[in-house]
């Protein structure tokens, strides 16, 4: 178990999974959890869920805490860092930030250039322990550093080291196809409906079809294109259908929503922040 406090600005859904997920994990304990938030019904769930200490002040987390995770949308990172910066001083926090599109230039920038900083970009299924991370170091951070960040998203799922020109991939991939697949499991359950399943047998047959997909390509090792024709016989039911999703457009579809989700997030990135008075949780 590690002895840092761990500090949340921010305490919504998503730092509310990290810190629940650490727990059960066994990485930290919720005595040595804070997190600050100015919703009111945020800090509450995250201590029912959690059991840690929350507060209003975001300067009180930042000053107690060695390792300090922002958790705030990226256009109130201005603001939030305004509101710290007086205690972070020289030999700081490490700052862990999962703002979409928030470079390591204007995160030092507006938190100081002289302290070490980690960029991550989880996705929802850590909420699950099945997360796809990514992370990049900033120019102070440490190779202890990325190894203990490594870590902490490594009790969640999976995590990778990338440079930082590789997020915004990783924000239009990992971070947003969660909702991708959603769709997919959707559309599948409601195509059994049609065909006569009874809803909740279609919808646990759709999720559970999915998720027994993907652990077949991890654990092959194999491309997907050749676990795809292993289950197209000739002539057979699978082809057929494939024929279907090709001449629908589904492959063109999936990519464009990556594309376009990627494009999001840089564009995040280029914004000015925008400086306002309270923080919005992530």
């Keep these: 178990m590690l002895e840092k406090r761990i500090g949340f600005i921010g ?3 998503m730092a509310t999974a990290l810190a629940g997920g650490l727990i059960e994990a066994g990485l930290t304990s919720a005595d040595r959890l804070l997190a600050s938030d100015v919703d009111e019904v945020a800090r509450r769930r995250f201590a029912e869920r959690t059991g840690a200490t929350t507060t209003a002040d975001n300067a009180s987390v930042a000053a107690q805490s ?9 256009q109130q990172i201005a603001a939030v860092a305004a509101g710290v910066r007086g205690q972070l001083g020289l030999e700081g926090p490490l700052i862990v930030s999962i703002a979409a599109g928030v470079s390591l230039a204007t995160l030092a920038k507006s938190l100081g250039q002289e302290l070490r900083i980690v960029r991550v970009m989880p996705n929802a299924p850590c909420v699950v322990r099945q997360g796809t991370s990514a992370y990049c170091l900033g120019a102070k951070a ?7 960040v490594g870590k902490l998203l490594g009790a969640l799922g999976s995590a990778w080291l990338v440079e930082e020109k590789l997020l915004d991939a990783v924000t239009g991939l990992a971070a947003s196809a969660p909702a991708l697949v959603y769709v997919i499991i959707e559309a599948l359950a409601d195509a059994g409906v049609a065909e006569g399943l009874p809803r909740s047998i279609a919808a646990a047959m759709a999720a559970e079809t999915v998720r027994g997909a993907a652990e077949m390509v991890l654990a092959t090792g194999e491309h997907p294109a050749v676990l795809r024709d292993r289950v197209a016989s000739p002539a057979g039911t699978t082809i057929a259908g494939l024929r279907a999703l090709e001449a629908g457009g589904a492959r063109a579809a999936m990519m464009a929503a990556v594309e376009a989700a990627t494009r999001r997030s840089r564009e995040l990135g280029q914004a000015q922040p925008v400086k306002i008075e309270s923080s919005v949780t992530i």
Excluded: E, F, M
Aim: overall charge negative; aromatic content about 0%; glycine content about 10%.
């Design 66 to 74: 060695d390792i300090l995770l922002l958790a705030v949308k990226p």
């Design 11 to 13: 305490a919504g859904q």
């Design 142 to 148: 440490t190779v202890a550093d990325g190894a203990l």
